[in-house]
């Protein structure tokens, strides 16, 4: 038998034997998908538990979300086109948030990109919108009065945003940061507003009882 007449067989047997390869890939990828939706759900519902002050639950949820993490990486390392197609990253991400939320807000040290296993786009961008999240924790505490405990969120806050403005790379690289670091600048600027009126307004109530107070020891002397 000719080359010639060889190769319409050997198409087919190769065309059979990569649709079930594909149907593996395939299979792979749904596995993984399912994976990196509850890391998003345990990281989400992570990040309530912190904001309603349940640093335990928040860090007990952070912890299944790691471990979920890792089986997501095992599963999908081995097969590029199943770890890069978007959906592995951003489960990365949401881990990367709900820790470096959970760390700032019991002063702990923040952890980095390769203790937490996730790659460095997804970690920064899971910084900027860590940070994003400190808001409504400060907006809380500024309802509440606590004046410097809100201070220090929003230092790190600041701080968050100022260390990612040093990071310059290509969007192919970052993952899209520029644009993730432009919206934490307008929550910072809107954030500072809010921090700023408050504690005028505090000071300016505190003025006027400590105003009172006076003119009342002065009738009473």
């Known amino acids: 038998m000719s080359?010639?007449?060889?190769?319409?067989?050997?198409?087919?047997?190769?065309?059979?034997?990569?649709?079930?390869?594909?149907?593996?890939?395939?299979?792979?990828?749904?596995?993984?998908?399912?994976?990196s939706r509850q890391i998003v759900r345990f990281s989400a519902n992570a990040i309530r538990a912190l904001h309603r002050g349940d640093i335990p639950a928040g860090e007990r949820l952070i912890a299944q979300s790691r471990e979920r993490l890792?089986?997501?990486?095992?599963?999908?390392?081995?097969?590029?086109?199943?770890?890069?197609?978007?959906?592995?990253?951003?489960?990365?991400?949401?881990h990367a948030?709900?820790?470096?939320?959970?760390?700032?807000?019991?002063?702990?040290?923040v952890p980095y990109a390769s203790s937490l296993g996730v790659e460095i786009a997804p970690y920064l961008n899971g910084a900027a919108e860590g940070a994003s999240e400190l808001r409504r924790q400060i907006l809380d505490l500024l309802r509440h009065g606590e004046i410097t405990t809100a201070e220090r969120l929003f230092t790190s806050m600041e701080s968050v945003y100022e260390a990612l403005l040093t990071v310059d790379f290509p969007d192919a690289i970052t993952g899209g940061l520029r644009r993730s670091t432009d919206q934490l600048r307008g929550v910072v600027?809107?954030?500072r507003g809010d921090l700023t009126l408050t504690t005028r307004?505090?000071?300016?109530?505190?003025?006027?009882?400590?105003?009172h107070d006076h003119a009342i020891k002065e009738r009473n002397h």
Not at 73 to 90: H, I, R
Not at 97 to 109: D, F, M
């Open 201 to 211: 307004q505090l000071r300016l109530e505190q003025a006027l009882r400590d105003q």
């Open 3 to 35: 080359e010639a007449e060889a190769g319409p067989t050997d198409i087919t047997h190769h065309v059979q034997t990569a649709v079930e390869e594909l149907e593996a890939t395939s299979r792979l990828r749904d596995h993984a998908i399912a994976e």
């Open 189 to 191: 600027e809107r954030t």
């Open 97 to 109: 948030e709900a820790a470096i939320v959970s760390a700032i807000l019991s002063e702990s040290p």
């Open 70 to 94: 890792r089986v997501l990486v095992s599963l999908s390392a081995p097969e590029p086109t199943v770890y890069w197609a978007g959906f592995v990253q951003d489960a990365m991400k949401e």
